[in-house]
C-alpha cells in the first residue's frame, strides 16, 4: 500500500494561484490512478481531477477544468494540482488519492489510498 502526503495548501486572496503537492512513499506511484478530490466545509468530499498512471490521459471536473491542472512526475513520485484564479468557492481540504482500479474514476469510493488533506483558504 503506498503512503500518500499532501502539501502547499494555505491561505489565498481570490485570483491568486497555488500548487499543491502529493507525494508518496512505501512504494511507486507509477502503477496507479490517481485523483484529487475537495471537502468544502459542511458538504460531501467531490472529485477534482483524475490522472492515469503515466499523465497521458487526465480529466478536470467542470467547476475547475478552466483554472486548475493535473500532472504528476512519476520519477519524483509526485502528483500535483495547478490552481490558477482561485476563487472562494475553491475553499476546502485537498485530498489525494490512488487507486488499484484501471482507468479515472469521479467516485471516492474507487480508491484505495488517500492522503490526510491539506487546507486551501480562498478569501475575498
Known amino acids: 500500500q503506498v503512503q500518500l502526503v499532501e502539501s502547499g495548501g494555505g491561505l489565498v486572496q481570490a485570483g491568486n494561484s497555488l500548487r499543491l503537492s502529493c507525494t508518496g512513499s512505501?512504494?511507486?506511484?507509477?502503477?496507479?490512478?490517481m485523483a484529487w478530490f475537495r471537502q468544502p466545509p459542511g458538504k460531501e468530499r467531490e472529485f477534482v481531477a483524475g490522472?492515469?498512471?503515466?499523465?497521458?490521459?487526465?480529466g478536470h471536473s467542470n467547476d475547475v477544468k478552466e483554472r486548475f491542472t493535473i500532472s504528476r512526475d512519476n520519477n519524483k513520485n509526485t502528483m500535483y494540482l495547478q490552481m490558477n484564479n482561485l476563487q472562494p468557492n475553491d475553499t476546502a481540504v485537498y485530498y489525494c488519492?490512488?487507486?488499484?482500479?484501471?482507468?479515472?474514476?469521479?467516485?471516492?469510493?474507487?480508491?484505495?489510498?488517500w492522503g490526510q488533506g491539506t487546507q486551501v483558504t480562498v478569501s475575498s
Open positions: 490522472i492515469n498512471e503515466d499523465g497521458g490521459q487526465r
Open positions: 512505501g512504494m511507486s506511484i507509477d502503477t496507479f490512478p
Open positions: 488519492a490512488a487507486t488499484s482500479r484501471r482507468g479515472i474514476w469521479t467516485y471516492a469510493w474507487a480508491y484505495d489510498n
